[in-house]
C-alpha cells in the first residue's frame, strides 16, 4: 500500500515494527501527561507565562546591544555593521513582543492567521537579510539570504 491508503486516513507503520514513547506522545499530541489545547489562539500549546518568556527574550538582548552602544566596553567595537547589527534588532522588537504578548493574553483568535504573527516573522527575515551583511564580508552571501528571505516575506502575505 502506498501514499494513497495513508492519505484515506490510515497512519503510517512504525519502521522497524514498534513504536517509542516519544512517538507516540506526538501521535496522540499529548505532553507531560496533559492533552495539548486545541484552541486556535494557542500556538503550539505553549503557556500565556512561556509565551511573555518569549517576548522578554527579545527585549534582553536589545538592551544588550543598546547598552554596549553607549557604554563601550572594551572588547565592543563600533562600526556601521554594528549600527545595522543592533538597529535591526531593535526595529524587530515591537512587532515580536505585541505578537507574543498577543499570544499570551489569547487576544488573537487565531495563532497562526493573524497580521502581528505575519509582521513579526517579516522582520524576522529582515533580520536575517541585515545580520548577513554586518556578519559576513561576502556580497554573494548577503545577496543571496537577500534574495531568499524576501521571497519568503512575500510568502507570508
Not at 486556535?40 to 500549546?45: E, I, S
Not at 548577513?132 to 507570508?156: E, H, I
Amino acid at each position: 500500500r502506498g501514499a494513497g491508503a495513508r492519505a484515506a486516513g490510515e497512519a503510517k507503520a512504525p519502521r522497524w515494527g514498534h513504536e517509542d514513547e516519544c512517538s507516540k506522545k506526538i501521535r496522540n499530541k499529548t505532553f507531560s501527561g496533559t492533552q495539548e489545547s486545541s484552541d486556535p489562539r494557542a500556538l503550539d500549546g505553549m503557556s500565556p507565562a512561556q509565551e511573555l518568556c518569549n517576548a522578554v527574550s527579545m527585549v534582553v538582548p536589545s538592551c544588550v546591544g543598546v547598552g554596549c552602544w553607549l557604554l563601550q566596553p572594551p572588547w565592543f567595537a563600533r562600526g556601521p555593521r554594528t549600527a545595522a547589527s543592533i538597529a535591526i534588532v531593535l526595529v524587530h522588537l515591537p512587532f515580536s513582543v505585541w505578537y507574543h504578548v498577543c499570544l499570551s493574553r489569547r487576544a488573537l483568535e487565531h495563532a497562526i492567521e493573524n497580521w502581528p504573527r505575519r509582521l513579526d516573522q517579516s522582520f524576522v527575515h529582515l533580520n536575517c537579510m541585515v545580520l548577513s551583511w554586518s556578519l559576513s564580508k561576502s556580497a554573494a552571501y548577503s545577496w543571496g539570504c537577500t534574495l531568499m528571505n524576501t521571497y519568503f516575506v512575500f510568502r507570508l502575505c
